[in-house]
């Protein structure tokens, strides 16, 4: 039996495992990410400096700072510190720094629409 999902990569509770509750949060921290995701920036290079509960951001490929080594992933401020995501072909996000939906291409995050301001 696998370890995690295979479309969400969430972690299964496995038999006779101790500590099941931090299982049960990763999953939790996942889902609240990733479910009706917004995106602060969708090509974020430098990390903010002082990023609230649950922001998120799609990274540039070479972002710097506490993001270095993590590119094209998301990165969302949980707990303290950062979790990173790897985004999957087909997701949706709203940018709230471009004002539009977008969609992971598997390479890159493009425009579905946007709004006016």
């Not at 039996?1 to 299964?12: D, G, I, K, V, W």
């Not at 049960?24 to 990410?33: G, K, R």
């Not at 974020?44 to 080594?69: F, I, K, N, Q, Y």
């Amino acid at each position: 039996m696998s370890e995690q999902t295979p479309n969400l990569a969430m972690p299964f509770i496995m038999p006779a495992q101790a500590q099941k509750h931090v299982t049960h949060n990763e999953a939790i921290e996942l889902l609240d990410t990733i479910v009706q995701l917004t995106l602060e920036d969708s090509d974020a290079v430098t990390p903010p400096v002082l990023p609230s509960e649950g922001e998120a951001w799609a990274l540039s490929a070479s972002p710097t700072g506490d993001w270095a080594g993590q590119g094209g992933q998301i990165a969302t401020w949980r707990g303290g510190g950062w979790l990173f995501v790897t985004p999957r072909e087909g997701w949706m996000a709203w940018v709230k720094d471009d004002a539009e939906l977008q969609v992971f291409t598997g390479t890159a995050w493009a425009t579905l629409a946007s709004v006016g301001t």
